[in-house]
């Protein structure tokens, strides 16, 4: 019988995610690497890949309420490498490289517990 030996290996520490708050970003060019990006309870949204066995931050959004849900969008036909987070009744959105560019407060009094994105293609 063949055994295996196991090692754990931390590359980061983030507070108490939510089910559905880690998501793989598609690779682009095939010169990148995965990046990954993950939502905690602290309300911080982290996106970060690994270079030569070392971890590289692409962002770090600043503390706020506590995320919920994490997905993954784009324009129909390119890779979804925008970054969807709900937060209580808010929904926000940062493109790949950290740059906010959605806030949009639902007015509903309960918290988002799923969030699925779609485009409309234009035909």
Do not use: W
Request: hydrophobic fraction near 35%.
């Amino acid at each position: 019988m063949m055994e295996l030996q196991l090692n754990r290996v931390d590359y980061l520490q983030t507070a108490v995610t939510s089910p559905n708050c880690l998501r793989l970003i598609p690779i682009v060019k095939k010169e990148n690497a995965n990046k990954v990006a993950v939502a905690d309870s602290s309300g911080v949204v982290h996106v970060f890949g690994m270079k030569k066995k070392e971890v590289q931050t692409v962002f770090k959004s600043l503390p706020g309420l506590a995320v919920s849900r994490l997905e993954l969008g784009g324009p129909p036909g390119q890779p979804r490498d925008r970054i969807f987070v709900s937060s209580g009744s808010v929904v926000r959105g940062f493109s790949k490289k950290g740059k906010q560019f959605l806030d949009f407060n639902t007015n509903i009094t309960e918290s988002i517990k799923n969030l699925s994105y779609a485009m409309p293609s234009h035909s």
